[in-house]
């Protein structure tokens, strides 16, 4: 499809594989969160792509949300094309690495189903991107005579860290909650037809076999001698 390309921060950018390697590629901006959700159509895969830094740390969760089996291939690799984690027909997953310097590729594979289409949520947690030194450092242009408040900017920072870290949290446990209401859903939904499409069946049989038992009896009791005259 081309090589890849990279939007302006903060816009989700797009990448793309040479089309002998994968149908189509994506990726995001060096955000602290991330989720997207996406639909996986048979017989195709589709990577994503996130630029990291030395020594901070990705966490991928993914869950499949619909479609037949519930069930995705996933293939996570290093900069250097390292296969990191390759897991076969799961539906959720949750994997945590220390990076290196480049872009980490992961990949969706729905090529083993011929009909049925995937709808995927996943959602990237990124730590230690270097972002809470350049944030200090902005402090301590700005804020000057502390000490007369009895105060320190360490403390307000720890403070500010805290809260920050909490509402992090909180924002993903409702992501990941909205994801399992979302899986929930589709799957009372499929079975809800399953059991509308079978009780018809049951009824029209009911039917069918009800005719057919009338008839019988009915025969039973017809007069088949010829009358003459």
């Not at 030194?133 to 804020?143: F, P, S």
């Not at 799957?187 to 076999?209: G, H, K, P, T, Y």
């Amino acid at each position: 499809m081309g090589d890849k390309i990279w939007l302006p921060f903060p816009v989700l950018l797009l990448a793309a594989l040479p089309p002998v390697l994968l149908p189509g590629a994506a990726g995001f901006t060096p955000s602290l969160d991330s989720d997207f959700t996406f639909t996986l159509p048979a017989g195709q895969k589709e990577c994503f792509y996130q630029p990291m830094p030395l020594k901070a740390s990705l966490e991928i969760e993914y869950q499949v949300l619909d479609g037949a089996g519930l069930d995705i291939d996933f293939h996570l690799a290093s900069p250097e094309g390292k296969t990191l984690v390759f897991e076969q027909r799961k539906s959720d997953g949750v994997h945590t690495v220390e990076t290196e310097v480049g872009d980490y590729m992961f990949c969706f594979d729905n090529t083993f189903s011929t009909i049925s289409e995937k709808v995927i949520f996943f959602e990237l947690i990124l730590d230690n991107m270097g972002e809470q030194a350049q944030e200090q450092e902005d402090w301590k242009k700005y804020i000057t005579g502390t000490d007369i408040l009895d105060m320190k900017l360490e403390d307000i920072l720890e403070s500010i860290n805290s809260i920050k870290s909490r509402l992090s949290k909180s924002g993903h446990i409702q992501t990941l909650l909205r994801a399992f209401e979302a899986r929930d859903r589709n799957i009372q939904e499929s079975n809800f037809d399953r059991v509308n499409f079978w009780s018809m069946v049951n009824l029209v049989v009911m039917v069918v076999v009800s005719a057919i038992q009338v008839y019988m009896l009915k025969s039973l009791f017809e007069d088949k001698r010829k009358s003459r005259t």
